[in-house]
C-alpha cells in the first residue's frame, strides 16, 4: 500500500475582542502553543481579527478591514517561519473601496505568503449579515500545496457545498480546511441547537468521505450579541469519524495528527473519483432543474 | 411557514435466496405488511429478484436479467394499485443481448409503471463484480413525481457521489432513495468494518444535510459467499440525524412518518440552493483538476 506520510493539524478555537491587535496578539500566543503541541498546519478562526460584526448591518465596520497580504501576514510569515508551521490566517479583507471579501491568508511553512482564498458562498440570515459586507469570492477554488501537504481551504458557509469540497478534492486536497463563525441565536436554541450542530458536523464529515479527505473545522467560541458560538471544532477523517474535538468553550487549542498513508489507502480501496459520471453532470450548473 | 404535508416511508429490509419467484413473493409479502403498518412509498433492496450474483463474474447469470416493465411489474403494479401504495422495485434489466443495467422500476400508487432509474455509477472491486455485468446508466437523473411526493431514486454505488444527490435534489426530489447491497468482507470486517459502516451512513446523511432532503438506505441483510450484508436500513433526516433505523437480522420492516413542511422549513432558514455558485463549477465535470 502507500508509503507512510503524516500531518499534524493544530485547531485554534478562541473568542474575539474588539481591538484587532489583541486578537492578532492571542493568535499569536495560542500559534506558539500549538506548535510546542507538534501542531504542523495551524488554523485560526474566520475573521479572527475581529468580533464578528456581521451581527447587524452598519457601514463603519469596513474600518477593519485590511490589505492581505498586509498587516497579518506581516506580523504572521515571520512567526510561521520561526516555528516551521502552516497558518491559515482567515481576515476581512479591504480590496478597494466598496470591495470587500471574507478571505483566508495561507501562509507556507518557511514564512512566505503562499496567497489567499476568498470565500465563494456568502450566507444572508439575521444576525448573519453578510452579502451586505462580502463580495463573493472570485478566485475560484484553488488548492495550495504546502511543506505538510495540499489543503483545500474554504470558509464557513462553504462548508455546506458539496461542489466546493468536491472541487478542492478534484484539485488534489488532502485536507479540507474550514474556518468558521456558527453559532446559536437563542429563540432558536431549544428547539433546534442540537440538531442544527448535528447537521453542521455531518455535512461536513460526508465531504471527508465522498472525497477521501480529512476535514478540520475551526469555530470561534463566546457568546457576542445574542449570538453564541459553539465552538465544537473537530477533525474528521475520511470515513466520518470524528476523531478530535473541541468542547464548546471559547477558547482551546486541539491536535490531531493525520494518516495520509491511510488515507491513499481508503482511496485505494473505495475509488470513487474513478466511477464520476462526468459526462452527466451538466446540470450541476444549473440553479434548478426545472 | 409551509403548509403541513407528510408521507410515510417503508423500508423493506430482507434477504434473498436463488428462487426469483420466491423472493417476489417475500416481497409481495412484505409490501402488504409495511402498508398495513401505514406505509404509502415502500422500498424494496437492490435486485431484491436475485441472490447478490455481483460475487464473482459468470456469464451465466445474465439469465437472471429481466425486461422493465416485465414480470415485476405485472406483479407489483396491481399490488400497488390496491394498497394505494408507490413501489420502488430494484432488478437486474436485460436490455439486450450483451446490455444489462442495474435498475429501478417505480410504480405510482394508483397502479401505473412510471419509469425507471437506471444505476449511474458502477463499482468493481473484489466481490462486488459490477463492471461485469452492469452497463452504467444511461437515463440520467429522473426525478418522479407519484402520488405521495417527488421521489430521486438512487442505487447503491452512487449513495457515495454528492453530485447524484445534488441532480436528484435540483430536478425537485425531497426523498432521495437508495436501495443497496452493501456488506463486509471476512478479511476487513475486524479492523474496518465499524469504520466502513459509519462512513456509509454518513455520507448519505450529508446528502441530506446538503439538499434538505430525506434520505432512506434500504439494504438488504443475511450472509451470501462470505459477504456478510450488513443490513442497518435507515432514515436520515434534512439535519442528518438517524430517525429510523433496522438492525443486522437478515428481514425487517420499518416504517417513518416524514414531516414534508419541516423540510421546507428547514430550507427557508438554510437556503443553501440560492447561494451556489454556479458560474464557477465548471470543473465539476473534470476527471481531475490538474
Known amino acids: 500500500m502507500a508509503a507512510p506520510r503524516t500531518v499534524t493539524l493544530g485547531l485554534v478555537q478562541m473568542s474575539m475582542v474588539a481591538d484587532p491587535a489583541k486578537n492578532l496578539e492571542a493568535a499569536g500566543a495560542a500559534i506558539v502553543e500549538a506548535a510546542g503541541k507538534g501542531a504542523q498546519v495551524i488554523v485560526l478562526p474566520e475573521l479572527f ?8 448591518q452598519d457601514t463603519a465596520q469596513f474600518d477593519l478591514a485590511e490589505k492581505i497580504p498586509g498587516p497579518v501576514t506581516e506580523a504572521l510569515c515571520p512567526l510561521a ?5 502552516v497558518i491559515i490566517a482567515p481576515v476581512f479583507e479591504r480590496a478597494a473601496p466598496g470591495v470587500y471579501f471574507n478571505t483566508a491568508a495561507v501562509i507556507d511553512a518557511d514564512g512566505s505568503y ?11 440570515d439575521p444576525g448573519f449579515e453578510e452579502k451586505f459586507y462580502f463580495t463573493p469570492g ?6 495550495f500545496e504546502t511543506k505538510f501537504g495540499k489543503l483545500g481551504v474554504l470558509i464557513c458557509w462553504d462548508q455546506w457545498y458539496p461542489e466546493a469540497a468536491r472541487l478542492m478534492a478534484l ?3 488532502e485536507i479540507l480546511i474550514y474556518p468558521t463563525a456558527i453559532g446559536w441565536l437563542p429563540e432558536e436554541k431549544a428547539e433546534l ?7 453542521w458536523q455531518t455535512v461536513q464529515r460526508g465531504h471527508a468521505v465522498a472525497n477521501g479527505c480529512y476535514v478540520v473545522a475551526v469555530n470561534r467560541g463566546g457568546t457576542e450579541g445574542e449570538t453564541e458560538f459553539w465552538g465544537r471544532s473537530f477533525v474528521s477523517d475520511f470515513y466520518g469519524q470524528v476523531v478530535a474535538e473541541a468542547g464548546e468553550a471559547a477558547g482551546e487549542i486541539v491536535t490531531y495528527t493525520c494518516d495520509l498513508k491511510a488515507l491513499e489507502d481508503f482511496r485505494r480501496i473505495w475509488p470513487f473519483f474513478r466511477d ?15
Open 49 to 56: 481579527r475581529t468580533l464578528y460584526f456581521c451581527l447587524t
Open 81 to 85: 517561519k520561526e516555528l516551521g508551521v
Open 114 to 124: 503562499l496567497g489567499k482564498y476568498r470565500k465563494m458562498h456568502i450566507p444572508q
Open 138 to 143: 472570485d478566485l475560484g477554488f484553488p488548492v
Open 171 to 173: 484539485g488534489g486536497a
Open 193 to 199: 441547537g442540537a440538531a442544527q450542530h448535528n447537521a
Open 276 to 290: 464520476r459520471r462526468i459526462d452527466a453532470f451538466d446540470d450541476l450548473k444549473k440553479r434548478i432543474r426545472d
